[in-house]
């Protein structure tokens, strides 16, 4: 076929005027596709920042626009597979955390009953009520080499690499989380699931070996089951993790029912030292 075989249409007679206006009607109709797909483009790649601020402003004594800064030096310009933990020390230096004795929560596979336990109880603090936590919970970026801008789209997915910019930040985020943990703390694992302790897991890979026996006295698990559970206390990975544990803080498992602790969070009159 020829290259613009519609052209025989122009020879009819009255064709040609009525092709300019069809020309014209879809060069039109193009022109406002594009205007509305790059501002449709245009807004996604603008979104970060506004929630990120939007986020931040509810922390009293954080400096939000210095802390948006070193976020976005950690992987502005990079590729999105060669961030590593380490990129975002400038900001956790920028967002300090309080030493916190006695409330430190933790988590692995239980996130959402979690943190609606920690919403409805205000005894634990997670990772995601500090403000790092709360700020990029649920949200994607990542750069691009030899561009300025930030991407929520096309990133690299969790595992697609190791130094990806979204599992850097956590893992550098829970490390400073675990730094700062103090006294008694508590972790809540999954019982529904053959491994409650994933070894390479971020509670596993970095929160549990950086709690520091000259502060932290125990570990208390709570292994969450639900009618269907599969594991329980005596389970051998929950063996490896006493293994990694720094000696000298005390260990400490208890399998709790889910019901029961929804029952206890949503009732105001319970303490929340007694849901388990
Ligand atoms: C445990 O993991 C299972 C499977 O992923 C999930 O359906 C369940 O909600 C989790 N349990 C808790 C308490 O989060
Ligand atoms: C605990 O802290 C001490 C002193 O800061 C340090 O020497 C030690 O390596 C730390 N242990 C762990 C498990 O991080
Ligand atoms: C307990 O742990 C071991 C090894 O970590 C695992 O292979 C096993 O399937 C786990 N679960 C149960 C229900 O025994
Ligand atoms: C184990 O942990 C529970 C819940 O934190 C606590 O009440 C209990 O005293 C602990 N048991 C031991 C033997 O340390």
New binding site residues.
Partial sequence: MEPGGHRPAEKRGGGRRRCVILSVAAGLLLVTVAVVLGLTLRQKADKLRPTFMARCKGFKGYDCEKIWEEFTQAYVGQDPCKVPMEAYDPLVAAAPLKSSCNRIMLWS??????HDFTKKKDCFITLEDTVLGFVLDGLTWCGKEGSSETFTTSCPGWTECENNPVRSFWKRASAAFADVACGDVTA?L????TTPFDPKGIFGSIEVKRLNSTRVSSLNIVL?T?KNAVANCRNTSLKDLQKVLDVGITYNCTEVA?SQ?LECSSNPEIPCGACW
């Fill in positions: 596979k239980t996130k959402e009953m979690v809540m999954n019982g529904s699931i969450v639900q889910e602790i």
